[in-house]
């Protein structure tokens, strides 16, 4: 099972990025999906996830601002960053509960990391 995230990059304070992060392998079903980040110096933290149903959670820094968002189909999982601010400059790494086929249990799966830099 691999976990590819995308998306991330510079922008200004005010813009808006849109981050993915697309589940592939030997994948039979996917429970919770989301997103974390760690800032440089500080413990990762979360920031927003999203159940299979689609109830979602938020840090409560970035709510009203992010929104985050899957597509069950294509084992995906977005988080649409709005109104960013230089604190929101981290690296961001989804994550994923997914059972295998043959498996037993949802393990979690975590992407690469994507860095996202919001600078003037």
């Known amino acids: 099972v691999q976990l590819q995230a995308s998306g991330g990059g510079l922008v200004q304070p005010g813009g808006s990025l849109r981050l993915s992060c697309a589940a592939s392998?030997?994948?039979?079903?996917?429970?919770?999906m989301g997103w974390y980040r760690q800032a440089p110096g500080k413990q990762r933290e979360l920031v927003a996830d999203?159940?299979?149903?689609?109830?979602?959670n938020y840090v409560d820094s970035v709510k009203g601002r992010f929104t985050v968002s899957r597509d069950n189909a294509k084992n995906t999982v977005y988080l649409q960053m709005n109104s960013l601010i230089p604190e929101d400059t981290a690296v961001y790494y989804c994550?994923?509960?997914?059972?295998?086929?043959?498996?037993?249990?949802?393990?979690?799966?975590w992407g690469q990391g994507t860095l996202v830099t919001v600078s003037s």
């Open positions: 392998g030997s994948i039979f079903s996917i429970n919770g």
């Open positions: 999203i159940s299979y149903g689609g109830r979602t």
């Open positions: 994550n994923a509960d997914i059972l295998v086929y043959g498996g037993r249990s949802y393990d979690r799966s």
